[in-house]
């Protein structure tokens, strides 16, 4: 370890800004929400009032004197006179600061950290000034699986500390405790802003003779594409003890969850389940009553024809806590990579999701309103019925010269699009040899696809 990370309290602290531009703005926003007492000197200048965020101290337009920075526990210099950053440094480290100069290691007691503020957490990543853009980066990945809510779980830990204490006087007790409040539905609950039912949760944790209540997410994976999961996806992924997803949820996908995780492959193809619906939801029941928190993945959006309705009823009737991890449905994400605006101001003013696979024995769709014109489809499950659909929609009044759009693997590198005519889906369907999930899109705004792989083309020429 080269550099030490010490976290110091702000509270009372006297925090001393010096510089006008960019530089010292940015230093100047870091403790606009902080307790501290902030000063803030330009003798360089003023920045324009519209870059001065509302909540900053007005600048002092001169040089600090030493009696400005008496008392002073940290001192930031954004100056490019390298005698006055010199001159300065030794002023404020008689008054026992100490002294950060932006982009000058040599001249500075430290460099500050790229940090990740959640309040009353704060994560920092330092490279000892090495490479400040790397820490930048690394501290994105580290804030992508960090729920926005969790200064809520530290807030409750510090209220509710030492009343665990007194109830769990032993270490390694207590240890077990926070980790199982901190990795169960009480986080949950606190993250989420329903501190109440958080308290609840953590005080029934206090009593050792009840077992450990399980939690159940239902999450989005997205199209494919790992880098369409949603934050949120991302972090219950990798905090889970158990995994039950589809065939449509790629082993790129997989990789980003909790390697020591149990995983539970219930993929249903067309026509064929491997596991029954009632079966899966049994089994997230079972899993949850054991205590763990289980993750169940399903591609696209949970919400959007892959049945996460039926089983946050079936965890609610069951008394599971369950929440529900929207993702990124695959109508939007095929259509975002095959260059398919699904609403344009010329051409659909509006657009529809339908499933082509219908419940057996439920009602059919309402063709006369899918054919109507200026409205893009966008059909899920379509592929065994594709020559089927072209004709109830053409029947329906819908033009046969309507373009249309097939899409398989949406959003992955092995992504394929084919245009052609609503009349000729059928063939163009039968023709594709197609294997991976695959959206069919009808429409006028479908032509736009024939253009972009045509500019796909000539990249590639």
Partial sequence: MRVFLASIPLEAAKIVIIGGGEPALAKLRL??????????????????????????????????EAGDLAGARLVFMALDDADELTRLGALARAAGAQVNVVDKPHLSDFQTPALIDRDEVVIGVATGGSAPILARDVRSRIEGVLPAGLANVARLARELRDTVKTNVPDFMARRRFWEKAFRGPAA????????????????????????????????????????????????????????????????????????????????KARGEHSVPQDQIEALMIEEAKAGHR????????PFVFGRGGEELEAMRAAGVPVFVVPGVTAALACAASAGIPLTHRDHAQAVTFVTAQAKPGGGDADWARLAAPNH????????????????????????????????????RPDERVLTGRLDGLGALVRGADLNGPTLLFVGETAAFSAAQLDVRAEVAA
């Fill in 376 to 411: 893009t489809l966008a059909i899920y499950m379509g592929v065994d019925r594709a020559e089927e659909t072209a004709a109830k929609l053409i029947a329906a009044g819908r033009l046969g010269s309507t373009p249309v759009a097939v899409v398989e693997n949406g959003s």
């Fill in 188 to 267: 949950d609950l606190a993250a989420a802003g329903r501190t109440a039912e958080a308290r609840r949760e953590m005080l029934r944790l206090l009593n050792s003779a009840a077992p450990e209540q399980g939690v159940v997410h239902i999450v989005g994976a997205g199209p494919g594409d790992p880098e369409l999961l949603t934050l949120k996806a991302l972090r219950v992924l990798q905090d889970a003890d158990v995994i039950i997803h589809d065939r449509l949820v790629p082993e790129a996908v997989l990789e980003r969850a909790r390697r020591d995780a149990k995983r539970l492959y219930v993929g």
């Fill in 31 to 64: 403790f606009l929400n902080t307790p501290a007492e902030l000063l803030w000197f330009a003798p360089d200048g003023a920045p324009p009032r519209m870059e001065i965020p509302l909540s900053a101290p007005e600048p002092v337009l001169r040089t600090p």
């Fill in 294 to 301: 289980v993750v169940r993945l399903k591609g696209g959006d």
